[in-house]
């Protein structure tokens, strides 16, 4: 086990609908990386927050927004639900915003839009 | 255009036996490539990871080497176990830029008693 804790497990939305999820990185981690992983494919990189700052952020709309609290545990919000966000939501925690550290992945979370 | 293809996308051996996996990348600036295994409906742990200097990294019976010239690196498994069995990805980070870490789609591996 990495230490870091996704909730919920599952979650059922309908189309329209808002989401938040959460993430509390490992003890001593300031950074937290969101990703979202379709169905038979790769994690494609949303954001990275860095000491409460947004750090990066991949190609996705400003529907999908974060926050990262002073404890760095983390949100993931997605307004306006589609039917193509049903996907597994895995975040990362590292010890810092360097390239080159090692992410460590929560189990996910994985959401379902009907 | 930043893309990380890896080959093949599904692969069966049998237990004991040796295996390759590729991962070609068009990333640019180059910082670092990471390989990871993925079980089904867990998270990626990660396995290995090389910067621009780095040909090779192992760990235990997982070996990555990396070709920085032409963009190419390699993942072997060696006497492969059933609990191999997994998605293995390989994820290149770029050295600058909004967009971190670019990841391949995996490579399904099947180990078979």
């Known amino acids: 086990e990495t230490g870091v804790t996704q909730s919920p497990t599952h979650l059922i939305k309908t189309r329209g609908q808002q989401v938040t999820l959460r993430c509390s990185s490992q003890s001593g981690h300031n950074t937290v990386s969101w990703y979202q992983q379709a169905l038979g494919q790769g994690p494609q990189f949303i954001f990275q927050?860095?000491?409460?700052?947004?750090?990066g952020r991949g190609n996705f709309p400003p529907r999908f927004s974060g926050l990262q609290f002073p404890n760095y545990s983390s949100e993931l919000n997605v307004n306006a639900l589609e039917l193509d966000d049903s996907a597994l939501y895995l975040c990362?925690?590292?010890?810092?915003?360097?390239?080159?550290?090692?992410?460590?992945f929560g189990p996910g979370t994985r959401l379902l839009v009907l | 255009k930043n893309q990380v293809e890896q080959s093949p996308q599904s692969l069966i051996i049998l237990e004991g036996k040796n295996c390759t996996l590729q991962c070609n990348y068009t990333v640019s600036p180059f910082s670092n490539l990471r390989w990871y295994k993925q079980d089904t409906g867990r998270g990626p742990v990660s396995l290995t990871i090389m910067t621009f200097s780095e040909n090779t990294k192992s760990n235990g019976r997982y070996t990555a080497t990396l070709d920085a010239d032409t963009k190419q690196s390699s993942l072997h498994i060696t006497a492969s176990q059933l609990s191999d069995s997994a998605s293995y990805i390989c994820v290149v980070g770029r050295a600058s830029g909004t967009y971190k870490y670019i990841f391949g789609t995996g490579t399904r591996l099947k180990v078979l008693a």
């Open positions: 990362a925690s590292s010890s810092s915003g360097l390239y080159q550290e090692t992410q460590y």
């Open positions: 927050y860095y000491r409460e700052e947004e750090n």
